[in-house]
């Protein structure tokens, strides 16, 4: 069946309107997203892309024969540059100094070639119609297609199939388009075959990242981070991305907040404090995990300390935070300490071989997430862990929320306790993190807490900790199943929480 | 050369108390009684370079890993003489005040143990239940409510319908006539036709018997879900005890308990009756030197299909035997290592990992057991019982190249895991001709089993799991003890 010429080339205008808003909305959305601050991306955004199609509109007026070739040249363009936008914004966002740049470039490019659509069509459209049936036609499907997309991106497109597989999916109609004409005027057209032939390069080419849009946005990932990458590596064990803002750095390890350098001090502080300060004359200090080296730089605070071992599998975290700058003023160059000596390598394996002891031992592990760190909170690991403390000394755990997921803390806890452990559990308010519990843990039958704190520090005193022993009366202590190797019910509860907090 | 017989006497001799024919666990397993329980020079005769029988082990720069038998469920409470082995080497850490065994957190399989890939997604544990219509799991959970009965079930004896070793279960009828079935005709007489059940349920016979559920007797098939019993202080009943090298670290450890005297490499291939003594000769292969035993008892701990050729010179053995009952699954068991266990929805890797709708029963993470939350490449262990063992499928297993074998291992790993093939780095496959007994219909309470275990002359004994029916550990470390009481009584 032969479609009528007019309806055709209307619905071009449809498809073309439809597609055109689109890739603003997608570069919007993304500028957005990748830098924040959405009134002023959204704004600027819109109007360089109004702009830019304002530039195509002038430009038109250059076009004066093979209309239609040119017509549908421009639309595999706009296909081949909306549909791959988001794709080059995304891989090049922290790999680029001037972002921005690339960004307006590539919107402005878009605008340009959208904004000589309308005008060419309606010079091909003008012998076809009257002028006035000709202006509210061509408008009236611009708007409405306008109006289309500005409905589903946000109820579908956003949602079902994700920033980058709509910008392919429109890039395709567009491409889809230029196919269709150049089938329907091959008599009229000079360069036929250089025209289907590109058209058809451009629909395999968004067909394939189409397909590929998955392993594209998991090779990125950028959207994860409220704010600018300031550094990012994949070390073997995880991703590891610093963001920064006017007002803070973050660390990420797989998209997870590690600490923000706004209130880290508070968890660090709570984390070392309570239990070194209780120790008698703490000589040996051993770290598990804690790369940062920022409980490292808490326990740099006692002079009595003489050696601290540091055990972290990731040496791509511990040299970060060697050498970063930023990173090494964090942590006060705790990690070039001399009397720091740092071990890569797993944790539990090297606590089995290890014959030496140690006055105080500072665990700060992930959360237990997955079954692989669900080892390092086992029975059978805190067993490990009681030959390696000395007496008198004790160690502390990070725990994860009380708060969120409180079968997971007071799981911990009685973990412990099931080893012979005396333990002390408590929490810290930290901004970033919410309400966060530690575990104190010690061989010895009484624990005797310290009520005198360093003067230096900014957030812990006597009357503070005392607080902070306090369970108030929605987070009470519970009964748990104890975790070890063979059940792993730690991750079970904590996913379980962390599921149902988030969702 | 068994085969055709080796006619040398040797002229060099040696006299012994009691000889051991075979190094698997039951015949480790005799030789540690009888090293236990007598002052008895005991002298145990291998034909392979490594003791362990199926239970075999190999070892690469990432990690040890099974070739054969590679887990023990939790054994029985009653099962007395197990627990104590197990607790002289240290898998049992103690009792607890109710009398339950403290079992070593480092043995006891470490979670998450099993996942199934079904309907596109890992799910947790063995029994299907992602997107498995609900008349199935009615019939699924009917299935399992009959096991949990018989679990419980007693004969009018007494005795449990089904326990381990398998020779303390009833006597009753009610219960051994089941042995005359087989596990598919019981389960249609129970109106059990779900394909997911009764894909489960072939799953569990051929994880232990290499047999489908045409082919072996539902009292084993029962048995598989009914027998085990087992609590303890500090596991949930269900779990396992297992090593990166599966069986082979206990059979080490039987090993180090048996006589010191343990010839490897000895193909035994003359036995004789002289008077009171047995004469036993065989040929030290690294050396080519035949000697002549001179016992005064013998345990023959060897599948039945090579203590026909031994005994073949003894007159009370020729012809009294029906080796036909005795059939054998043959297994092919594969070892990769891979840069990484490829990802995938649902369950992470666990120790046990099986594809619905496979014939092969899946991997196990050889590196399950390790502390290591991180390793950095991985060796999983691939099992495939060959379950047509007809003399020209047995044939075909053999004939088949290690590649061939390496493409059906992929294949079937591909079902679940598309991308596996870049991920490999090694792929090494070992074929089992006579991987387990078959416990078909009428072998385990019929008369062939019976006879072929009677001692004859009152000197020559026999140990194997063979005479259970069933290839597992506990039948094997049974039959050894068994054999050994017999000549320590005599």
């Known amino acids: ?503 | 050369m068994l085969r055709t017989g080796l006619k040398t006497v040797p002229t060099k001799t040696e006299e012994v108390e009691v000889v051991v024919i075979g190094g698997g666990v039951s015949g480790l397993s005799a030789a540690r009684w009888l090293t236990q329980n007598s002052g008895a020079k005991v002298c145990l005769l291998e034909l392979e370079d490594r003791t362990g029988g199926n239970s075999q082990s190999g070892q690469n720069a990432v990690s040890a890993f099974p070739w054969g038998a590679h887990y023990l469920p939790l054994p029985n409470n009653t099962n007395t003489e197990l627990l104590k082995f197990l607790e002289e080497v240290q898998v049992i850490t103690g009792y607890d005040a109710a009398g339950l065994p403290i079992y070593n957190e480092y043995h006891l399989c470490f979670d998450p143990e099993e996942r199934l890939f079904i309907n596109g997604y890992w799910q947790e544990g063995l029994v299907p239940n992602w997107s498995v219509p609900k008349p199935d799991l009615e019939q699924i959970d009917k299935f399992q409510a009959l096991m949990e009965e018989m679990k419980e079930a007693k004969g009018e004896d007494g005795r449990f319908a089904f326990d381990i070793p398998l020779d303390k279960s009833s006597a009753d009828a009610t219960f051994r006539d089941l042995d005359k079935l087989t596990m598919q005709e019981w389960l249609y007489q129970q109106k059990l036709d779900s394909p997911y059940l009764r894909w489960y349920v072939e799953y569990c016979c051929l994880d232990d018997f290499g047999g489908t559920i045409e082919q072996v007797s539902a009292w084993a098939g029962i048995h598989y879900f009914a027998a085990r019993k087992a609590q303890a202080a500090n596991s949930d009943a269900h779990r396992v005890l297992t090593w990166p090298q599966g069986n082979h670290w206990l059979a080490e450890r039987l090993r180090a308990q048996a006589c010191p005297d343990i010839r490897t490499g000895s193909l035994v291939y003359n036995m004789e009756i002289q008077g009171k003594q047995v004469l036993i000769d065989y040929l030290d292969l690294a050396t080519d030197q035949p000697t002549r035993l001179m016992a005064k008892k013998c345990v023959v701990a060897t599948p039945h299909f090579v203590r026909e050729r031994l005994l073949a010179k003894i007159p009370k053995e020729a012809g009294k035997q029906n080796s036909k009952a005795f059939t054998y699954a043959p297994w092919v068991v594969a070892n990769l290592t891979l840069k990484q266990v490829p990802g995938g929805k649902g369950t992470p890797l666990s120790w046990d990992n099986v594809i619905y709708g496979s014939r092969s029963l899946g991997y196990v993470n050889a590196q399950q057991q390790s502390v290591k939350g991180f390793p950095e490449k991985q060796v999983i262990t691939f099992y495939y019982p060959v379950a047509d063992s007809s003399p020209t499928s047995r044939q075909a297993v053999f004939t088949r190249k290690q590649e061939d074998w390496a493409e059906v291992v992929l294949q079937e790993l591909e079902k679940a895991h598309p991308s596996i093939r870049k991920e490999v780095e090694q792929l090494d496959v070992w074929v089992w001709g006579h991987g387990m007994i078959k416990p078909t219909p009428g072998f385990i309470w019929g008369e062939d089993r019976e006879k072929a275990a009677t001692p004859i002359n009152g000197n020559i004994v026999f140990a194997h799991s063979d005479l259970s029916g069933i290839s597992i550990f506990e039948e094997a470390f049974y039959q050894g003890i068994k054999a050994a009481n017999q000549i320590l009584k005599t």
């Open chain 1, 1 to 503: 069946m032969r479609v009528n010429v007019q309806v055709l080339l209307l619905f071009s205008v449809f498809v073309v309107a439809t597609c055109g808003l689109v890739y603003e909305l997608v570069a919007g959305t993304l500028a957005s997203y990748l830098l924040g601050d959405s009134v002023t991306q959204f704004s600027t955004i819109i109007g360089v892309y109004l702009f830019s199609m304002g530039i195509g509109s002038y430009l038109s007026r250059f076009f004066n024969k093979n209309l239609i070739a040119w017509f549908i040249q421009v639309e595999v363009l706009v296909a081949v540059v909306g549909g791959f936008s988001s794709t080059i914004l995304f891989l090049l966002f922290d790999r680029v100094a001037s972002f921005q740049i690339v960004l307006y470039m590539l919107v402005s490019l878009t605008g340009i070639l959208v904004g000589l659509e309308i005008p060419l069509i309606m010079r091909i459209l003008e012998d076809r119609f009257e002028f006035k049936e000709l202006v509210s036609k061509v408008f009236t499907f611009d708007y409405i297609g306008a109006l289309l997309a500005s409905v589903i991106f946000p109820l579908l497109l956003v949602p079902h199939l994700g920033l980058l597989r709509t910008s392919y999916f429109f890039g395709l109609l567009n491409a889809g388009v230029a196919l269709w004409l150049c089938f329907y005027f091959s008599k009229e057209i000079r360069w036929i075959y250089f025209l289907r032939a590109s058209c058809a390069a451009a629909i395999v080419a968004l067909v394939a990242g189409f397909v590929m849009s998955d392993r594209i946005l998991a090779y990125t990932e950028s959207l994860s981070y409220a704010d600018k990458i300031i550094y990012s590596v994949q070390s073997p064990y995880q991703k590891i991305v610093l963001t920064k803002n006017d007002r803070e750095f973050r660390l990420f390890l797989n998209g997870n907040l590690q600490f923000s350098s706004s209130d880290e001090y508070r968890y660090h502080e709570a984390l070392v404090h309570p239990g070194l300060n209780s120790v008698q004359n703490p000589k040996k200090v051993l770290v598990l995990g804690g790369g940062d080296g920022l409980a490292v730089r808490e326990i740099l605070r006692y002079p009595g300390v003489q050696k601290i071992v540091l055990v972290d599998l990731d040496q791509a975290v511990t040299k970060l935070f060697a050498s970063h700058e930023v990173l090494r003023n964090l942590n006060q160059q705790a990690l070039l300490s001399r009397k720091v000596q740092v071990i890569n390598t797993d944790a539990f394996q090297w606590l089995k071989n290890n014959q030496e002891q140690f006055d105080f031992v500072v665990i700060d592990f992930p959360d237990p997430a997955n079954y692989a760190i669900g080892k390092l909170y086992s029975n059978t690991f805190y067993k490990v862990l009681r030959e390696t403390i000395a007496p008198g000394g004790a160690a502390v755990i990070q725990a994860t929320s009380p708060f969120v997921a409180p079968n997971a803390y007071w799981c911990v806890v009685n973990t412990l306790a099931s080893c012979g452990f005396t333990t002390m559990p408590y929490h810290a308010h930290v901004p970033s993190f919410g309400d966060w519990g530690f575990v104190l843990a010690s061989p010895e039958k009484k624990m005797h807490v310290n009520s005198q704190f360093l003067a230096q520090l900014r957030y812990l005193d006597g009357p503070t900790f005392e607080q902070m022993r306090t369970f108030p009366k929605d987070m009470p202590a519970r009964q748990t199943e104890i975790n070890k190797l063979n059940n792993q019910a730690l991750v079970r509860y904590f996913e379980d929480e962390w599921a149902s907090y988030i969702n």
